[in-house]
């Protein structure tokens, strides 16, 4: 450990675990620090109210005489933001995975490293390419599904993603598979319909599948910063959302945006993924995570 953040968040950890590290390494704690600590989570997209509270909560600690040096400093932060990703935490134990998330923000990527990631788990897995909106998207996820050697159940285009859901879960039933992961459009319609298009396919799984686990994804691009919370927003009101996964990990976000999604929409993330690659995917770790973006 301790070198995932250096060689493949390197955004990150250029932007947050080295500035930050430099605090870590001073004697003396002063206001500085404390102005210097605010300055480096803003902008690394920890958001306003969540980066104030955080650092309420730090100068608190500093007033009471509980932070004296860099190491201290380090501590109590830690302490502070493992309590904010650990407030609710992501139950794995899933049978369908039902992908949501703007166009581009990495679904069907996603929905490949997913399969990759189950497979491995000796997990017999078959994807539904329920994005009928455009034929590119069933064919970017057949590619993908012939390349893991996965079942894949194919929507027309045009075709109401619902129906495709449909055949879908005759399929998972049929054929015995564990797991069902299914990749939507990505239509940010108005509010109402999306939301009627996704109960309309939640209620058709419910009704084939009713002892089946369902976990409601939303992939959210991390270099998107303050307007990926936005949308988020708009999905979260849309549907219940069971997770986050946060893509493009690998590129220009700079990492603070875990911290305000979580707090903000108080749902926890589950995935990290970072890169083309079909492995570069992870489930998230809070304590991992921080005590990653904190090794300097
Ligand atoms: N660097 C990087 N690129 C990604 C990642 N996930 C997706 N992409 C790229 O982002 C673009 C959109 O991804 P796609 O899965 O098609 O998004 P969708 O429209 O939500 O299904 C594609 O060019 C992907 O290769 C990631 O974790 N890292
Ligand atoms: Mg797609």
Do not use: W
């Not at 209620?203 to 988020?232: H, W």
């Not at 995570?289 to 300097?296: G, I, K, R, S, W």
């Amino acid at each position: 450990m301790f070198n995932f953040f250096k060689k493949t968040l390197s955004n990150i950890y250029n932007h947050f675990t080295n500035k930050i590290g430099a605090l870590f390494k001073s004697n003396k704690i002063d206001q500085d620090t404390l102005n210097e600590l605010e300055k480096i989570l803003i902008t690394s997209d920890t958001g306003v109210s969540t980066t104030k509270i955080i650092v309420d909560k730090i100068k608190d600690e500093f007033k009471n005489g509980n932070i004296k040096s860099g190491t201290d400093l380090r501590d109590v932060l830690a302490q502070e933001l493992k309590g904010i990703l650990t407030k609710n935490s992501y139950d794995s134990d899933v049978d369908i995975y039902l992908l949501v998330g703007i166009n581009g923000s990495g679904k069907t990527t996603f929905a490949g490293k997913l399969s990759s990631f189950l497979k491995y788990k000796n997990k017999k897995v078959l994807l539904v390419a329920a994005d009928t909106f455009r034929a590119a998207a069933r064919e970017q996820l057949g590619k993908i599904a012939q390349k893991l050697d996965v079942d894949i159940i194919e929507g027309q285009e045009g075709q109401d993603p619902a129906s495709v859901v449909y055949l879908g879960c005759q399929e998972y039933k049929k054929g015995n598979y564990d797991s069902l992961i299914i990749d939507t459009a990505g239509r940010l319609q108005t509010k109402t319909n999306l939301m009627k298009e996704l109960e309309k396919i939640k209620k058709s799984i419910n009704k084939q599948l009713p002892d089946k686990k369902i976990s409601v994804l939303l992939t959210i691009d991390s270099m998107l910063g303050q307007n990926s919370l936005d949308q988020a927003k708009i999905f979260n009101e849309s549907t219940v959302l069971n997770g986050i996964i946060l893509t493009k990990m690998d590129g220009t976000g700079k990492g603070g945006i875990v911290f305000a999604i979580t707090r903000e929409l108080n749902i926890p993330i589950a995935f990290i993924s970072f890169g083309e690659k079909l492995d570069e995917v992870k489930l998230f770790n809070a304590q991992e995570y921080v005590d990653e973006l904190l090794a300097n």
